[in-house]
């Protein structure tokens, strides 16, 4: 089973600011197999990023994603109000053929 | 518009069975596989498992082989959760997701798209 890490576990940030959350990987993951989700308190997740660095349609273009092999960073370039949420790396791999970090709290500063 | 809509919150005691329910709409519900992901209270996303709605083969976490069965019925485009004798430690958010138009070799999702509400799942004595 592949675990993922994510740090930091909370981030403290203000308005404006650039955002950089982390995604380390046991193993090497396929880039093609790394997706990103926020969820908001109260909310279902939802997703912002596949493949590693592909962005939802209808998410902004102030979420980026990159990285490759065991590593991978999901970049926020101007947080907005609500951007403030919990944020999910997700990796596609067998029994369990989905697993989750363990989330990085992005709180306003 | 496509929508995931699950059923209510329960409250249950240890030992009873329960069985909860996701319902598509806006899209082919056959045509994308339903996983279902559990949250336990403050925690994170742990992936139960799937079920194809098309002919209802099911692949499980080996965390929740045993414990949980995911079934659907395709004529009303609803797939379920169902447990046969609750614990205090099933208590959690459980939601239902669709497989993300994006597959891997095998034509397996590789993420999720559109999720349910949740259904909160409280089990005490």
């Known amino acids: 089973e592949i675990v993922l890490t994510q740090s930091p576990g909370t981030l403290s940030l203000s308005p404006g600011e650039r955002a950089t959350l982390s995604c380390r990987a046991s193993q090497s993951v396929s880039s093609n197999y790394l997706a990103w989700y926020q969820q908001k308190c109260g909310q279902a997740p939802r997703l912002l990023i596949y493949?590693?660095?592909s962005r939802v349609t209808g998410i902004p273009d102030r979420f980026s994603g990159s990285g490759s092999g065991t590593d991978f960073t999901l970049t926020i370039s101007r947080l907005e109000p609500e951007d403030f949420a919990v944020y999910y790396c997700q990796q596609y791999g067998t029994s369990p053929e989905y697993t989750f970090g363990q989330g990085t709290k992005l709180e306003i500063k | 518009e496509v929508q995931l809509v699950q059923s209510g919150a329960e409250v249950k005691k240890p030992g009873e069975s329960l069985r909860i329910s996701c319902k598509g709409s806006g899209y082919s519900f056959t045509s994308y596989w339903i996983s279902w992901v559990r949250q336990m209270p403050g925690k994170g996303l742990e992936w139960m498992g799937r079920i194809d709605p098309s002919d209802s083969y099911t692949n499980y976490s080996p965390s929740f082989q045993g414990h949980v069965t995911i079934s659907a019925d395709k004529s009303i485009s609803t797939a379920y959760l169902q447990w046969s004798s609750l614990k205090a430690s099933d208590t959690a958010m459980y939601y239902c997701a669709k497989g993300f138009n994006y597959y891997d070799s095998s034509g397996y999702p590789l993420a999720f798209d559109y999720w349910g509400q949740g259904t909160l799942v409280t089990v005490s004595s």
């Open positions: 493949g590693a660095s």
